[in-house]
Structures are given as structure tokens and as C-alpha cells.
Nanobody, 123 residues
Framework: QVQLVESGGGSVQAGGSLRLSCAASGYVFSGGSCVGWFRQPPGKERERVASIRLFQYTNYADSVKGRFTISQDNAKNTLYLQMNSLKPEDTAMYYC????????????????WGQGTQVTVSS
């Protein structure tokens, strides 16, 4: 059974930083993985924030480019999202996610989800 567990969320003021972590069991974060972060603000659709494929190819939503950085530590089997210069519009539930294989990494390829961690940014 694949389990993804997020941590690191919280409440910060605009301009602050947070680092989210995603620890996996039953799924190995490796050079052959497709893993990423999604978020869902209240009343809005879930959107992809950032992803990393094959340990080198990264993609970011336009709204977070230059502020967020995705990375993975294979030795710790953990995925991270460093979030800097946070804005109130970043407020959302953030989810760790993974696809079955690294060479299939579109939104429809996502198969595993974490329970989410809340990020709240005040102005």
C-alpha cells in the first residue's frame, strides 16, 4: 500500500517561508519517479504547483515560478517544497502526489495522493 504523508504546513505572514515535506512508504522516490505537489484553495479546483520527473525535469505553475522550489532526497525517500515570498493567494491545502512511472507524468497519470497539509498566508 502506497502512503504519502505531508508535513510542514502552518500559518505565516506574507513574505514568509515554509518548507513542506512528503515522506513515502510503499513508493520509492528515485531517478525513475514522477512526483509533485498540488494545492486546492477553498472553493477552487485542485491545481498542480510543481513536479519533478526522473530526478531532473521540473515544472512549476506560473503563479509560483521564482518563489517555490521542488526537490527530492532519495536517501530519505522524501519530497520537499520550499516556498519563499509567500502571498495570501498561496493559501490552500497542499498535497503530495506521485505517478506510477517516471516517463508518464501528466496530471492524468497521478495515482497516489497524500492527506494534505494546510498553508495559510495572512496579509
Amino acid at each position: 500500500q502506497v502512503q504519502l504523508v505531508e508535513s510542514g504546513g502552518g500559518s505565516v505572514q506574507a513574505g514568509g517561508s515554509l518548507r513542506l515535506s512528503c515522506a513515502a512508504s510503499g513508493y520509492v522516490f528515485s531517478g525513475g519517479s514522477c512526483v509533485g505537489w498540488f494545492r486546492q484553495p477553498p472553493g477552487k479546483e485542485r491545481e498542480r504547483v510543481a513536479s519533478i520527473r526522473l530526478f531532473q525535469y521540473t515544472n512549476y505553475a506560473d503563479s509560483v515560478k521564482g518563489r517555490f522550489t521542488i526537490s527530492q532526497d532519495n536517501a530519505k525517500n522524501t519530497l520537499y517544497l520550499q516556498m519563499n515570498s509567500l502571498k495570501p493567494e498561496d493559501t490552500a491545502m497542499y498535497y503530495c502526489a506521485a505517478a506510477e512511472r517516471g516517463d508518464r507524468c501528466l496530471d492524468n497519470d497521478i495515482r497516489y495522493w497524500g492527506q494534505g497539509t494546510q498553508v495559510t498566508v495572512s496579509s
